[in-house]
């Protein structure tokens, strides 16, 4: 069965870090693209970053240019998403999802109805 756990989420001060982990069960992430997604309230779910089934990101949306990275750990089977200079309005429920596509693909989707498998979520908020 397949399934996706995001974890690491909480209360980080403004000006602070995370690091949100995503377990796949289930998947061969050579063979899927991977992506975090954010969701604040009242507004529509936004990609945040996303990493292709070769482990590559090509297209950084403006808010986590120079301020996220995503990588992988293909024997763990694990997704990061780590950011940095947190603010308030990074505040949210962050997703994990996946879409299967060949191996060795650069490219990864930004569409959030691209993606067939989410997490539950994990909340972040950033406030003082």
């Known amino acids: 069965q397949q399934q996706l756990v995001e974890s690491g989420g909480g209360l980080v001060d403004p000006g602070g870090s995370m690091r949100l982990s995503c377990t796949a069960s289930?998947?061969?992430?050579?063979?899927?693209?991977m992506a975090w997604f954010r969701q604040a309230p009242g507004k529509e779910r936004e990609g945040v970053l996303c990493i292709s089934s070769s482990g590559e990101t090509t297209f950084y949306p403006d808010f986590a240019r120079g301020r996220a990275t995503i990588s992988r750990d293909l024997a763990q089977k694990t997704v990061y998403l780590e950011m940095r200079s947190l603010k308030p309005e990074d505040t949210g429920i962050y997703f994990c999802a996946a879409y299967p596509t060949a191996p060795g693909r650069s490219y990864c989707s930004y569409v959030k109805e691209r993606y067939k498998s989410w997490g539950q979520g994990t909340q972040v908020t950033v406030a003082s």
């Open positions: 289930g998947f061969d992430l050579n063979y899927y693209a």
